[in-house]
């Protein structure tokens, strides 16, 4: 099992552009989240998928949109790129449709935006 | 909003020693969570401790629960020059669709 996959691993986008960063998992999970990593600010939720065909906010949600295109995939979009949303971004799937159990994360994406 | 805060934020310690780090938290939770991260990489979980647990143990990691001070700690003993990472609490205060939310870390450098 592959676990959580995130692609790409880097990006460097200028301000305005777009793009979509993808995430899948193999091991069935219900739920799946979308966080974000700034120095010194440990990880704020973007937005998480419940279940397959359901999405909500989470902390900071502003300048984001996501789709669960199936159990498997989660994506991220960014429709116009802003300095601010400079970061590291992390992928990860719970089993069930809450936390109470662990999360499984993916390796991140590492964006820059110039 | 974050929920956990741990202390210290970062602590430097020589291979062999114990580490302790401390995580407080705001609102009545379900369960608590730690996660390590490794420079670069993305955060894997170490230990889940329910709110009517007290203290949990896996291998070198020993955990403990304070819901009346709403702080929690994690031990590690016998430090390895491997454990160097950051360190997380994640709280999730239950709910049909409750989260997890993290707090700051605490980054533990094991000096060989």
């Known amino acids: 099992n592959a676990g959580v996959t995130q692609t790409p691993k880097f990006q460097v986008l200028k301000t305005g552009q777009s793009m979509t960063l993808q995430c899948a998992q193999d091991m069935n999970h219900n739920s799946m989240y979308w966080y974000r990593q700034d120095p010194g600010m440990g990880l704020r939720l973007i937005y998480y998928s419940a279940s397959e065909g359901t999405t909500d906010k989470g902390e900071v949600p502003n300048g984001y949109n996501v789709s669960r295109l199936n159990k498997r995939e989660f994506s991220l979009r960014l429709e116009s790129a802003a300095p601010s949303q400079t970061s590291v971004y992390f992928c990860?799937?719970?089993?069930?449709?809450?936390?109470?159990?662990?999360?499984?994360f993916g390796p991140g994406t590492r964006l820059t935006v110039l | 909003s974050q929920q956990g805060e741990e202390d210290p934020q970062a602590l430097s310690i020589q291979e062999g020693e114990n580490a302790t780090m401390n995580c407080s938290y705001k609102t009545s939770i379900n369960n608590l969570q730690w996660y390590r991260q490794n420079s670069g990489r993305g955060l894997v979980h170490l230990i889940l401790i329910r709110s009517n647990e007290r203290e949990k143990h896996s291998g070198r990691l020993r955990v403990t629960l304070d819901t009346s001070k709403k702080s929690s700690s994690l031990l590690i003993t016998a430090s390895r020059a491997a454990d160097t990472a950051s360190y997380f609490c994640a709280t999730w205060n239950g709910g049909s669709q409750g989260n997890l939310i993290f707090g700051k870390g605490t980054k533990l450098s094991v000096k060989p």
């Open positions: 990860a799937s719970n089993p069930r449709s809450a936390s109470y159990n662990e999360q499984f």
